[in-house]
């Protein structure tokens, strides 16, 4: 039977900020390591954590935008020179387009020079995309993955994806605004990692970059700390982890208002927590 965990690599948000990096986070399915987004410095990350990037053969992409996405090409090409000869990649519509300017385009002289050292092409010219969409399974080694397609962005599809093995769940929410699709893939799970941006800051002053216009229209497309306690709620989960947050927000307060709508456990995500069900 195949416990399931998840590692929280990077919990912050595009804003830089040195104590969080950018998105991004591994569930691990007994060994086998799962990567779920690969925001700027998530290679680095996966070796502070003690996990082999050679190991990851699986990458799961909740959407397109850069914070999400920045150490894409970085770590397949790292992941790939260090020993890695398989690699699927999950993820919405654009996927393969991306992946494909990535490694036969952008990267392509990288990629025939190491290859001109000796390097196999397997596991970096024939990557195995899948393009998930609402109510996608897939089963990936000895997790079935669930896909719900979540409402973040106007222009590209943003997915969550829920893991299940071994009698346990857990979901990652990917970016999304407060939507019935997250209650009902989230169902009964026992472990939410949700997004939770939208927290106004001590005082109530924004960053110089958000303007109140910004600042209201990021509403329609993030969760606050309540929102996704009401979610947790709604959907009957164990345990609520938080993520994605602004380098101005406080983690008590981000605690305290998610509780206020949650009975349950409350975490407030930190860079390479790890998180056992």
């Known amino acids: 039977m195949s416990s399931l965990k998840v590692l929280l690599l990077g919990t912050g948000c595009p804003l830089p900020n040195p104590s969080r990096t950018s998105p991004s986070q591994v569930v691990l399915c007994g060994d086998e390591p799962f990567l779920v987004d690969c925001g700027e410095g998530a290679t680095g990350q996966l070796v502070r954590a003690g996990l082999d990037p050679a190991t990851v053969k699986h990458v799961l992409i909740t959407h397109h935008h850069s914070d999400h ?7 397949v090409v790292t992941s790939w020179v260090m020993g890695r000869r398989y690699l699927k990649v999950v993820g919405p519509r654009g996927t393969d387009r991306i992946t494909r300017m990535l490694f036969k385009e952008i990267y392509r002289d990288d990629v025939a020079y190491r290859m001109s050292m ?3 092409g397997s596991g970096i010219v024939d990557i195995d995309v899948v393009e998930a969409e609402d109510g996608t399974e897939l089963h990936l080694g000895d997790c079935r993955v669930s896909v719900a397609q979540v409402p973040h962005s106007v222009n590209l599809p943003c997915l969550a994806f829920r893991f299940d093995a071994g009698g346990r769940s857990l979901v ?4 999304t605004a407060y939507t019935e699709k997250l209650v009902a893939l989230a169902k009964g799970s026992d472990l939410l990692v949700c997004e939770a941006s939208m927290v106004e800051p001590e005082g109530g002053r924004l960053h110089q970059a958000h303007t109140p216009v910004f600042w209201e229209k990021l509403h329609t497309q ?3 700390p309540r929102e996704a306690g009401r979610i947790a709620t709604q959907a009957g989960v164990k345990k609520l982890v938080l993520s994605h947050l602004l380098p101005s927000a406080d983690a008590s307060k981000i605690a305290s208002d998610a509780a206020s709508e949650f009975a349950g456990d409350v975490v407030v995500g930190e860079d390479l927590m790890e998180i056992s069900i």
């Open 172 to 175: 990652i929410s990917g970016d």
């Open 222 to 224: 993030h969760l606050t």
């Open 118 to 120: 000796g390097r196999p």
């Open 69 to 75: 996405m920045a150490g894409y090409g970085h770590f």
